[in-house]
């Protein structure tokens, strides 16, 4: 589960850093991708990454998983009163699918934890 969240943060910063001034320069209509994709792809890095670190049991593992993909929806919410950054529909949404992608491939995960 580490892996998978090594790959999305590697693949979330690629298209922050390389995807999102291309668009912005080229002007093309990507229908928000560009500015939410950090939302979506740190959900999956904050899902499979931390259910990783703090699960010993795949019982833990769901619970855990369906527990930080709500605090991604949450941190999107509270962001303005944390002083981390602006509230943005965009971002809720891709938070909230992303989130809910990733606790559920942890759900349905067939793995066993050492």
């Not at 990783?52 to 593992?61: I, R």
Request: charged content about 15%; hydrophobic content about 55%; aromatic content about 14%.
């Amino acid at each position: 589960m580490f892996a998978i969240a090594t790959l999305f943060f590697v693949v979330t910063e690629f298209m922050r850093t390389i995807y999102r001034p291309w668009v912005y320069a080229e002007g093309v209509n990507d229908y928000g991708l560009a500015d939410s994709i950090g939302s979506f792809g740190g959900a999956f890095v904050i899902v499979f990454g931390l259910t990783a670190v703090l699960s010993g049991t795949p019982e833990k593992a769901r619970g855990n998983a369906v527990a930080l993909a709500a605090s991604c929806v949450a941190y999107e919410v509270l962001q303005p009163h944390l002083g981390t950054g602006i509230f943005d529909w965009l971002d809720l949404i891709a938070a909230a699918i992303g989130g809910s992608i990733a606790a559920l491939s942890v759900n349905f995960w067939r793995y066993k934890v050492d």
